[in-house]
T-cell receptor, first 113, second 114 residues
Framework: EAAVTQSPRNKVAVTGGKVTLSCNQTNNHNNMYWYRQDTGHGLRLIHY???????EKGDIPDGYKASRPSQENFSLILELATPSQTSVYFC????????????FGPGTRLLVL | GDSVTQTEGPVTVSESESLIINCTYSATSIAYPNLFWYVRYPGEGLQLLLK?????QKGSSRGFEATYNKETTSFHLQKASVQESDSAVYYC???????????FGLGTRVSVFP
């Protein structure tokens, strides 16, 4: 009954290819987030959303697009994947209350060759 | 930009000993930051341990405590007596009041041995 799920869990892509990472939440939260985590870095914010149809740039948006077609779904799109985008990607939903507690998915491990 | 610095791991402690993980922050773009500790237990996802949104207040959960100190820009995590089940990676994070995402520290891996 995981409330935030991600797919795929693992992905191997080729340089220059298109990659779509999907996130689904059943928390009915308005806010959703995409982060990446690399060795030597904490989680870094890529894009976020306040609701269906909304996407906002985070701290490191270059090379990424986001799509929020519904309350439940938030996708991260790499139009032209590069090896530097090899990372673990985490999606989260936020409850919007008192500091906006975030609930994280299990992560997607992406390898770009 | 905003940043969070926390104790560099790994940290190894014996069961029943005390634990402190230091966290200091710089919130150049946030007037009143909200502060969080998240934790990832082995085999599990990242989850909230505790949060404090008001300076001077203390948060607590699962025997852990952290006090939001605006003067020293710190939010250290402490536990008086750890258990083996506290072995995890702990992340300090800060956020604003507009749900614009969190800034995380690097994480501190804690291993508790019996």
């Amino acid at each position: 009954e995981a409330a935030v799920t991600q797919s795929p869990r693992n992905k191997v892509a080729v340089t220059g290819g298109k990659v779509t990472l999907s996130c689904n939440q059943t928390n009915n939260h308005n806010n959703m987030y995409w982060y990446r985590q690399d060795t030597g870095h904490g989680l870094r914010l890529i894009h976020y959303s306040y609701g269906a149809g909304s996407t906002e740039k985070g701290d490191i948006p270059d090379g990424y697009k986001a799509s929020r077609p519904s309350q439940e779904n938030f996708s991260l799109i790499l139009e032209l994947a590069t090896p530097s985008q090899t990372s673990v990607y985490f999606c989260a939903s936020g409850d919007g209350r008192e500091g906006d507690t975030q609930y994280f998915g299990p992560g997607t491990r992406l390898l770009v060759l | 930009g905003d940043s969070v610095t926390q104790t560099e791991g790994p940290v190894t402690v014996s069961e029943s000993e005390s634990l402190i993980i230091n966290c200091t922050y710089s919130a150049t773009s946030i007037a009143y930051p909200n502060l969080f500790w998240y934790v990832r237990y082995p085999g599990e996802g990242l989850q909230l341990l505790l949060k404090v949104i008001t300076a001077g207040q203390k948060g607590s959960s699962r025997g852990f405590e952290a006090t939001y100190n605006k003067e020293t820009t710190s939010f250290h995590l402490q536990k008086a007596s750890v258990q083996e089940s506290d072995s995890a990676v702990y992340y300090c994070a800060l956020g604003d009041n507009y749900a614009q995402g969190l800034t995380f520290g690097l994480g501190t891996r804690v291993s508790v041995f019996p």
